[in-house]
């Protein structure tokens, strides 16, 4: 909110009719396949039951409602959980996949993955192992099982994608931003298809820190009910397979993404940031709030949220559609949720059937219109509410065929066989550096937190909150225009103390854990500076530097926005988990829209197949193993005034098949 009026960002719109959902998949409690789940959510039944957590979590738990156990580990050799969980939901769709490879090509074909919690649970393991004074397992790789790209990857392999591959982590609206930004991807002209997904597996250290913040019932939960009493945390994967063209049942036609800017775990009191969201995504796809049938909420089960996000629907919409949360059946997915809920929306408009909210009587006063149980409803817009820490907020607009077929009959943006380059201006460029802090360039730098505040927050959020004071010395608008996080590891170090916590003490700590999530940055930034709009966290291992880059120069090519802020940063690892050292070191980049006669262009090109004599290594040692030390070399020219290329990917090569993303960097001399 910005003097007191709603600021509508169109980061998510997508033109024509929308973008076909060619084909859906599904793992969690209800089932492990798309249609056992649907079968149970819309029969009305739950999956939730009582678990006691052991043996393949590691460490017992008692008292919370989770769900139905995997295959154990043995039946697929050296993958985590989360892995194993990613692989039972995506190899339902490796037929459609490996079809869209064939019609557009492989390198048109990419995955945006959506994760709050990455792969913690084999890392819990782990650590315990190290503080007994043990071994770490022998079959536990921090590179593939904890850093967040490790599942992306190997699902990319498995699919046989060789288009760009990323994963968004913001915590609960992880997989709704990850629909957004494969819906940009398309509408640009970036990609012809787009596998999107969420995954989280259930894990000690999400059970303990929401049962730190208060908010987990000891019973299933009950969204919206007169006597809801908190969230149960379930786990899941769920896909989809986004098209250019082809025939589905419903279309994915906008996501409203807004921050609340007002605290870390708790939602603005009015609702405001999921007002904010719901109302882009109509306005957006030009949708009046009273064509909207069937809203699938949030809806966790907590007292506060519950009511909050339910007065922001019915502001939003005058007549209220059918509302429930699928919750009641799945829990909280977390980073899964997102693409979970839309499946089930995507569902509900194939089979002129609203999901249930479940039988607990509801709640006094809610002026919505809650659907107890599943009932018909031709629905031809429905909307899907993922609402997270660091006050994330997503909503997901979908259409049916009878819409798109009035809207269109092609999405819009570039549809071309061949990779194609991206191309902006780069306005100014800072490093953080552990021997070389930034030097202010258009001014003294101004503090964005306040004394307390930083030294409160993690060595990765202080490197963060440098370089966006340095962007903001030279200019740069931080209150109104996107920013983009980018980090393979995000906050290491208040993981380890959390996992420390939680050996000592069996208890977690509710301000480590909510500043533990990959976007922490993200929402302390957003907060500071009052930015109610876009912003995103990525992680892509090596990639991380080349595909937040390309995140942005997306968002600026789709037109909502003429300046966008990067910020890419790693921590320095301490951690004995991590089997590669290096030193902290973090860039920023200030990108605006091309427009003619500017000094600095920057063009990002689709990778190459390139050799060791390509790469520019990083001089000092102790940094060569950050995964984002490649954006040194792009600060360096940019500050030398130089024409260059540069090839990502940093000393070691990590990309799906042995290619690198690289930028040409040229100048117009004065």
Same mark, same amino acid.
């Given at each position: 909110m910005t003097g007191g009026r709603l600021r509508c960002y169109a980061s998510g719109v997508f033109c024509g009719p929308g973008i076909p959902i060619t084909s859906m998949a599904l793992a969690n409690c209800l089932g492990l396949s798309l249609s056992a789940a649907l079968e149970q959510v819309f029969a009305g039944n739950t999956g939730l039951s009582q678990q006691r957590l052991a043996g393949d979590l590691a460490a017992p738990y008692?008292?919370?409602?989770?769900?139905?156990?995997?295959?154990?580990?043995?039946?697929?050799?050296?993958?985590?959980r989360q892995a194993r969980l990613a692989r039972a939901g995506a190899e339902q769709l490796f037929g459609a996949a490996k079809a869209a490879c064939q019609r557009w090509g492989a390198a048109r074909v990419g995955l945006v993955l959506g994760t709050s919690t990455g792969g913690i649970a084999a890392s819990e393991r782990a650590y315990a192992a190290l503080?007994?004074?043990?071994?770490?397992?022998r079959d536990y790789s921090f590179e593939k099982q904890h850093a967040f790209n490790g599942v992306a990857d190997m699902l990319a392999r498995d699919l046989g994608l060789l288009g760009p591959t990323y994963v968004v982590s913001t915590a609960c609206s992880s997989s709704a931003k990850a629909l957004a930004a494969a819906g940009r991807l398309l509408a640009v002209g970036v990609v012809d298809a787009m596998v999107v997904g969420g995954v989280d597996s259930l894990c000690l250290t999400t059970?303990?820190?929401?049962?730190?913040?208060?908010?987990?019932?000891?019973?299933?939960?009950?969204p919206f009910a007169a006597a809801r009493d908190g969230i149960t945390i379930g786990e899941g994967a769920a896909f989809v397979l986004l098209e250019r063209e082809g025939d589905a049942a419903a279309f994915l036609l906008s996501v409203g993404e807004s921050g609340d800017a007002h605290h870390m775990a708790h939602p603005h009191p009015e609702g405001r940031g999921a007002e904010q969201a719901m109302r882009q995504a109509l306005v957006g796809a030009a949708v009046e709030p009273g064509e909207v049938g069937y809203v699938n909420a949030h809806g966790t089960g907590t007292l506060l949220n519950d009511a909050i996000e339910a007065s922001a629907i019915a502001r939003v919409f005058a007549r209220s559609p059918l509302v429930s949360s699928t919750k009641a059946a799945t829990g909280h997915l977390l980073g899964a949720c997102g693409v979970t809920e839309a499946a089930f929306c995507a569902a509900a408009i194939e089979r002129g059937s609203v999901p249930g909210n479940g039988a607990a009587r509801l709640a006094d006063g809610l002026a919505i219109d809650v659907s107890q149980r599943t009932q018909s409803?031709?629905?031809?817009?429905?909307?899907? #509410?993922?609402?997270?820490?660091?006050?994330? #907020?997503?909503s997901v607009l979908l259409g049916s065929r009878r819409v798109a077929k009035r809207r269109g009959s092609a999405l819009g943006g570039r549809a071309i066989s061949e990779p194609i380059s991206l191309r902006c201006e780069l306005v100014d460029a800072c490093v953080w550096h552990p021997d070389r802090p930034p030097e202010p360039a258009g001014g003294p730098l101004a503090s964005l937190l306040s004394p307390r505040a930083r030294g409160r927050a993690s060595a990765l959020t202080q490197i963060f909150t440098t370089l966006l004071e340095h962007l903001c010395a030279s200019g740069f608008d931080a209150a109104g225009s996107p920013l983009i996080y980018g980090s393979a590891y995000g906050?290491?170090?208040t993981t380890i103390q959390l996992l420390d916590v939680q050996a000592a003490t069996g208890q977690s700590s509710p301000l480590r854990f909510q500043h533990s999530v990959h976007n922490t940055a993200a929402g302390i930034l957003s907060i500071a500076t009052q930015n109610s709009g876009f912003s995103t966290s990525v992680a892509a291992g090596m990639d991380t530097t080349a595909m937040a880059l390309l995140e942005a120069m997306v968002v600026l090519e789709h037109g909502a926005y003429t300046d966008v802020a990067v910020l890419v940063a790693d921590e320095a690892s301490t951690s004995a988990l991590a089997g590669k050292k290096h030193r902290a070191v973090g860039a920023g980049f200030w990108l605006r829209r091309l427009r003619s006669g500017q000094r600095a262009r920057l063009s990002l090109h689709a990778p190459r197949r390139t050799h060791g004599a390509d790469l520019v290594p990083e001089p000092d040692a102790s940094l060569c193993h950050n995964p984002v030390v490649d954006a040194l070399e792009l600060v360096r020219a940019f500050r030398a005034a130089e024409t260059s290329s540069i090839v990502f990917g940093g000393a070691e090569p990590s990309a799906l098949d042995g290619s690198r993303w690289s930028v040409e960097l040229q100048r117009d001399r004065a």
């Amino acid at each position: 909110m910005t003097g007191g009026r709603l600021r509508c960002y169109a980061s998510g719109v997508f033109c024509g009719p929308g973008i076909p959902i060619t084909s859906m998949a599904l793992a969690n409690c209800l089932g492990l396949s798309l249609s056992a789940a649907l079968e149970q959510v819309f029969a009305g039944n739950t999956g939730l039951s009582q678990q006691r957590l052991a043996g393949d979590l590691a460490a017992p738990y008692s008292g919370v409602v989770g769900v139905a156990a995997l295959p154990r580990a043995s039946a697929q050799p050296g993958l985590s959980r989360q892995a194993r969980l990613a692989r039972a939901g995506a190899e339902q769709l490796f037929g459609a996949a490996k079809a869209a490879c064939q019609r557009w090509g492989a390198a048109r074909v990419g995955l945006v993955l959506g994760t709050s919690t990455g792969g913690i649970a084999a890392s819990e393991r782990a650590y315990a192992a190290l503080r007994q004074g043990a071994d770490i397992p022998r079959d536990y790789s921090f590179e593939k099982q904890h850093a967040f790209n490790g599942v992306a990857d190997m699902l990319a392999r498995d699919l046989g994608l060789l288009g760009p591959t990323y994963v968004v982590s913001t915590a609960c609206s992880s997989s709704a931003k990850a629909l957004a930004a494969a819906g940009r991807l398309l509408a640009v002209g970036v990609v012809d298809a787009m596998v999107v997904g969420g995954v989280d597996s259930l894990c000690l250290t999400t059970l303990l820190g929401f049962q730190s913040l208060g908010v987990v019932s000891p019973q299933a939960c009950r969204p919206f009910a007169a006597a809801r009493d908190g969230i149960t945390i379930g786990e899941g994967a769920a896909f989809v397979l986004l098209e250019r063209e082809g025939d589905a049942a419903a279309f994915l036609l906008s996501v409203g993404e807004s921050g609340d800017a007002h605290h870390m775990a708790h939602p603005h009191p009015e609702g405001r940031g999921a007002e904010q969201a719901m109302r882009q995504a109509l306005v957006g796809a030009a949708v009046e709030p009273g064509e909207v049938g069937y809203v699938n909420a949030h809806g966790t089960g907590t007292l506060l949220n519950d009511a909050i996000e339910a007065s922001a629907i019915a502001r939003v919409f005058a007549r209220s559609p059918l509302v429930s949360s699928t919750k009641a059946a799945t829990g909280h997915l977390l980073g899964a949720c997102g693409v979970t809920e839309a499946a089930f929306c995507a569902a509900a408009i194939e089979r002129g059937s609203v999901p249930g909210n479940g039988a607990a009587r509801l709640a006094d006063g809610l002026a919505i219109d809650v659907s107890q149980r599943t009932q018909s409803r031709e629905l031809d817009y429905v909307v899907s #509410n993922s609402l997270a820490f660091g006050g994330s #907020n997503a909503s997901v607009l979908l259409g049916s065929r009878r819409v798109a077929k009035r809207r269109g009959s092609a999405l819009g943006g570039r549809a071309i066989s061949e990779p194609i380059s991206l191309r902006c201006e780069l306005v100014d460029a800072c490093v953080w550096h552990p021997d070389r802090p930034p030097e202010p360039a258009g001014g003294p730098l101004a503090s964005l937190l306040s004394p307390r505040a930083r030294g409160r927050a993690s060595a990765l959020t202080q490197i963060f909150t440098t370089l966006l004071e340095h962007l903001c010395a030279s200019g740069f608008d931080a209150a109104g225009s996107p920013l983009i996080y980018g980090s393979a590891y995000g906050e290491m170090a208040t993981t380890i103390q959390l996992l420390d916590v939680q050996a000592a003490t069996g208890q977690s700590s509710p301000l480590r854990f909510q500043h533990s999530v990959h976007n922490t940055a993200a929402g302390i930034l957003s907060i500071a500076t009052q930015n109610s709009g876009f912003s995103t966290s990525v992680a892509a291992g090596m990639d991380t530097t080349a595909m937040a880059l390309l995140e942005a120069m997306v968002v600026l090519e789709h037109g909502a926005y003429t300046d966008v802020a990067v910020l890419v940063a790693d921590e320095a690892s301490t951690s004995a988990l991590a089997g590669k050292k290096h030193r902290a070191v973090g860039a920023g980049f200030w990108l605006r829209r091309l427009r003619s006669g500017q000094r600095a262009r920057l063009s990002l090109h689709a990778p190459r197949r390139t050799h060791g004599a390509d790469l520019v290594p990083e001089p000092d040692a102790s940094l060569c193993h950050n995964p984002v030390v490649d954006a040194l070399e792009l600060v360096r020219a940019f500050r030398a005034a130089e024409t260059s290329s540069i090839v990502f990917g940093g000393a070691e090569p990590s990309a799906l098949d042995g290619s690198r993303w690289s930028v040409e960097l040229q100048r117009d001399r004065a």
